[in-house]
């Protein structure tokens, strides 16, 4: 373990093991995975690919699958799980486009979230609030994990789902005198490698094309912020990672792939402006450094443009804390990139939104109850 930022209100760690499955660090995995519940970003990947990943997913978590594919696929999707799924008792499929889903935000003044049709707009960050809204109806998580349907070599996630139990639960149990309220943690994991599929080698410590941009601004961020020369960052832009509930209720969210610098740099803003808030909360980052490869589609260079300019649009909306110096490296970048500037829609926390437990209306989304539905269906057709 490498600790970058260790002060009153922060707690920023690098982490390593020297083994994964060590038995006095592994804790009661039983209880984190009846806790925690998982959410996977889904757009149109095949079912094959999605399947390997749930394969790879606690039979005993909640699986919140958040799919973003058009209207007409997803009846085709949702009865081809119920059918592989038929003996998974807790798989959610979510249609981001759900007519509940923009009546619910509607209904709670997060209008900003709609597109003109009045559903829930594109995105990637969108998916997430949703699938982070659903498991805060369902009231018992106590852990969400975010993951990319996308994984063509989806056993890596035994070593994330493993190292996050341990990261959570050791820090869980270093709190058994500290009151739960008022602290959040973030897992985040660093790919050990990016290989392309058919790749004759795999490097190592190899960062992603978004990672290797911005990653730096927030090690600038950090050096200025709590007064630290030596904390790299090196997690801006994971795509894999894990919250407390406290956590995934009390930040906000922000549109398309903004989203995960803009939660890196919201987290941080609590710690900073801890001494400003009525309810201070204690934050803990951990970076985690995979072993596993990561082999996921890979995007183009515009891809990669449009990506890197919505993370780093996230920054304006702390600018005003920033050091000259930070400024000056975002205007560098913006001008050696011929980036378009691209400021992401924010969005309010759930707790801003009140939301309270109803599993009534998570449930909707359950496989099992839809089987039911489509059964009734067919008996009718007959």
């Known amino acids: 373990m490498l600790v970058c930022v260790k002060d009153a209100n922060v707690n920023i760690d690098t982490m390593r093991f020297s083994h994964l499955l060590e038995a006095d660090g592994l804790y009661d995995l039983n209880q984190f995975f009846a806790r925690t519940a998982f959410v996977v970003a889904h757009k149109n990947e095949s079912l094959e690919t999605l399947l390997g990943v749930i394969w790879y997913l ?26 592989q799924l038929a003996h998974h008792p807790h798989v959610f499929l ?17 209008h900003a979230i709609l597109d003109v ?51 959570f639960m050791q820090e869980q149990a270093a709190s058994v005198y500290e009151s739960e309220n008022g602290k959040m943690h973030n897992v985040r994991i660093c790919w050990s490698s990016k290989p392309a ?33 030596d904390c790299a960052i090196i997690s801006s832009n994971a795509g894999e990672q894990g919250f407390t509930m406290e956590a995934a209720q009390t930040l906000r969210f922000s ?19 801890a001494n400003k808030e ?22 183009d260079e ?58 009534v209306f998570a449930n909707q989304y359950r496989l099992s109850e839809r089987r039911l539905v489509f059964a009734g269906q067919e008996d009718l057709c007959g």
């Open 302 to 359: 515009e891809h990669i443009k449009r990506m890197i300019s919505d993370s780093l649009g996230s920054f304006y909306y702390f600018s005003e804390q920033f050091s000259p110096g930070l400024k000056r490296q975002i205007r560098r970048t913006y001008k050696e990139m011929d980036l378009e500037v691209r400021l992401p829609t924010v969005y309010p926390s759930l707790r801003e939104l009140a939301v309270e437990q109803d599993e």
């Open 197 to 229: 599929l058919g790749a004759k080698s795999i490097p190592v410590g190899e960062m992603g094309r978004c990672t290797r941009v911005v990653s730096p601004l927030l090690t600038e961020l950090v050096a200025h912020w709590f007064n630290i020369q």
């Open 58 to 83: 606690p039979v005993s978590s909640p699986i919140l699958i958040v799919t973003n594919c058009s209207e007409i696929e997803k009846e085709k999707l949702e009865r081809a799980l119920i059918e």
């Open 255 to 273: 549109s398309g792939y903004s989203v995960e610098t803009f939660l890196f740099l919201d987290l941080l803003s609590h710690a900073f402006n």
């Open 94 to 110: 979510i249609h981001q486009k759900d007519e509940a889903i923009a009546h619910f935000f509607a209904e709670r003044g997060a």
């Open 278 to 299: 009525s309810h201070p909360r204690r934050v803990i980052l951990q970076q985690y450094q995979a072993q596993s490869p990561h082999f996921h589609e890979k995007g």
């Open 117 to 167: 049709t009045g559903r829930v707009a594109n995105g990637k960050g969108e998916g997430m609030y949703i699938g982070a809204l659903i498991a805060s109806l369902l009231g018992y998580p106590k852990w969400i994990v975010f993951y990319d349907a996308d994984n063509f070599v989806p056993s890596a996630l035994l070593e994330y789902t493993l190292a996050m139990s341990r990261l």
